[in-house]
């Protein structure tokens, strides 16, 4: 069973600061998808990292693969309000053949709240 | 909008009963995921179906069992309902049906079992 950590598991900051959260797992993934989830609603990608050492923009939300494969992280410059929801992770078995339970797993997330 | 479609979307019922989640995926997209999502564990995988068959399972319990229908549309049946079966339950579609494939998520049922 593949397992993917997700820390910090709750995250607090005001408007402006910076924050990075990680995802890291001892298994190697495929790729890695990021999503987030706002409340009353299903989680929405926001970006899949597929080779080692990959970093990818979005605005202002930098994410990184690891050079193993292993981990990644998600680094916000400047937070709002609006960035406020559930972070997820998600990585990709790396041999899938089907039929088990283990082709992509999601860790538990970090809660992410934005204070103005 | 993610062009997945959920229905109902909250749903209140008793101990021992009966109900069923419909689930509508993006047009075009193959693969329909089931999750249950609680507060302590997390998004947990279910069951996937593959253009109408079975493709992989999760930690689906033996009271809970779902369908892919020829017109693609899922349902997510869960009998003998318990207390802890409380949970927001989530309908994801994709296009392929490898775990490469990004998620489609609908915006989930929330069923409470009084």
């Known amino acids: 069973t593949q397992l993917l950590e997700q820390s910090p598991q709750f995250l607090s900051i005001q408007e402006g600061e910076n924050l990075t959260v990680y995802c890291n797992s001892s298994s190697v993934f495929s790729s890695l998808q990021w999503y987030r989830q706002e409340p009353g609603e299903g989680p929405v990608l926001l970006v899949t990292?597929?080779?080692?050492?990959e970093v990818k923009k979005l605005k202002r939300l930098t994410f990184q693969f690891g050079d193993a494969r292993k981990d990644s992280s998600l680094h916000i410059t400047a937070a709002q309000p609006g960035d406020t929801g559930l972070y997820l992770c998600?990585?990709?078995?790396?041999?899938?053949?089907?039929?088990?339970?283990?082709?992509?797993?999601f860790g538990k997330g970090t809660h992410l709240i934005i204070q103005p | 909008d993610s062009g997945v479609t959920q229905t109902p979307k909250h749903l209140i019922t008793a101990t021992g009963q009966r109900v069923t989640l419909r689930c509508s995926p993006r047009?075009?997209?193959?693969?329909v995921y089931w999750y249950q999502q609680s507060l302590d564990q997390g998004l947990q995988f279910l069951i996937q179906y593959y253009n109408g068959e079975e493709r992989a399972k999760g930690n689906i319990l033996e009271r809970f069992s779902a369908q892919q229908f020829p017109d693609l549309h899922s349902e997510l049946n869960l009998s003998s309902l318990e207390l802890g079966d409380s949970a927001l339950y989530f309908c994801?579609?994709?296009?392929?049906?490898?775990?490469?494939?990004?998620?489609?998520f609908g915006n989930g049922t929330r069923l409470t079992v009084t």
């Open positions: 994801a579609s994709s296009l392929g049906g490898g775990p490469n494939s990004p998620l489609h």
């Open positions: 998600a990585g990709a078995a790396y041999m899938y053949s089907g039929g088990g339970a283990d082709g992509l797993t």
């Open positions: 990292v597929v080779t080692g050492g």
């Open positions: 047009s075009g997209d193959l693969s």
